[in-house]
């Protein structure tokens, strides 16, 4: 009876052993999860996993939130409303080749969101901003919207060195209205 009763109180401890284990891999497997889909916020800014580039100046991050590049327009290739505008096609590919599949940073300004939901940042790679970036090789436009201004004289900047050197859009397209 003895062995019995102590074979019976190993098999229960046992038992509970493995359901205790196995709570904490669920907890465990779900941290991870929640990790991997959730930005790291950093004291520079968010890092964020570039998941999908919609277009020149529009990202997808992980967890499927949109950002839109502040400080610069880049000409559209996905507006419902307007066809795909001349170096857009172009605008997209370079963004894509820049960003897609990387861990960026974002950089708030001063306005979260914009009228359409999407985040407001300055994305940086590597020390890079992209932002600028894409401007001063002629794949966008500067474009300074108040309040985010933060970066607005440097995007101002190279709009003008890519002007000048005829780089991008500035040799392929017509003037801009």
């Known amino acids: 009876m003895v062995v019995l009763a102590v074979g019976v109180g190993l ?3 046992r ?12 907890e465990e497997t779900a941290n991870i999860i929640a990790t991997q889909n959730t930005p790291e916020i950093t004291p520079e800014g968010t890092l964020a996993k570039v ?5 020149g100046d529009t990202i997808v991050i992980e967890g499927g939130e949109r950002v ?30 820049l960003v897609e ?7 708030k300004d001063v306005s979260d969101k914009d009228i359409y939901g999407r985040l407001l940042r300055y994305v940086w790679l590597d020390g890079t901003n992209i932002d600028l970036e ?12 108040p309040p985010n201004t933060k970066y607005k004289n440097q995007i101002l900047q190279a709009e003008q060195s890519a002007r000048s ?12 209205d």
């Open 11 to 13: 098999w229960a401890r």
């Open 15 to 26: 038992a509970n052993e493995n359901e205790i284990a196995a709570k904490l891999a669920s």
């Open 51 to 55: 998941i999908r580039v919609i277009d």
């Open 68 to 97: 839109r590049y502040i400080g610069m327009d880049a000409p559209e290739t996905v507006d419902p409303k307007k066809p795909v505008q001349c170096f857009g096609p172009e605008a997209s590919a370079e963004n894509k080749l």
């Open 101 to 107: 599949g990387k861990t960026v940073r974002l950089e």
């Open 134 to 145: 894409l401007v001063q090789l002629g794949f966008a436009f500067s474009d300074p919207f």
């Open 165 to 176: 050197a005829h780089l991008g859009l500035w040799s392929a397209c017509p003037p801009r």
